[in-house]
């Protein structure tokens, strides 16, 4: 069974820095692209960020461009999205998810984690 569990979230005041990181789990688990989502009460999900695993190209929504960063590590199964200079439009819970194909489908999700940044 496939597993993707987040650490990281928490509260932190506007101009500050988190770490959120995500860690796949599971014998079968193998990913296309690994991306963090996030949902703010009242709004749709968004895609944060991704990486393609081919050629490591990277995704970021225009909000983040330029303070949020992701890296994977080198097994595929692991990913990190460094946010800085956040704002409190920022705090959402935040999921990873994984897709297994160029297709925009993303098999697996993580439970999330929630980010508070505070003005």
């Known amino acids: 069974q496939v597993q993707l569990v987040e650490s990281g979230g928490g509260l932190v005041q506007a101009g500050g820095s988190l770490r959120l990181s995500c860690v796949a789990s599971?014998?079968?688990?193998?990913?296309?692209?690994m991306a963090w989502f996030r949902q703010a009460p009242g709004k749709e999900r968004e895609r944060v960020a991704e990486i393609t695993w081919s050629g490591r190209t990277t995704y970021y929504a225009s909000s983040v461009k330029g303070r949020f960063t992701i890296a994977g590590d080198n097994a595929k199964t692991t990913v990190s999205l460094q946010m800085n200079n956040l704002k409190p439009e920022d705090t959402a819970v935040y999921y990873c998810?994984?897709?297994?194909?160029?297709?925009?489908?993303?098999?697996?999700w993580g439970q999330g984690t929630q980010v508070t940044v505070s003005s």
């Open positions: 599971g014998r079968t688990f193998s990913s296309y692209a």
């Open positions: 998810a994984a897709r297994g194909s160029p297709l925009l489908i993303y098999n697996y």
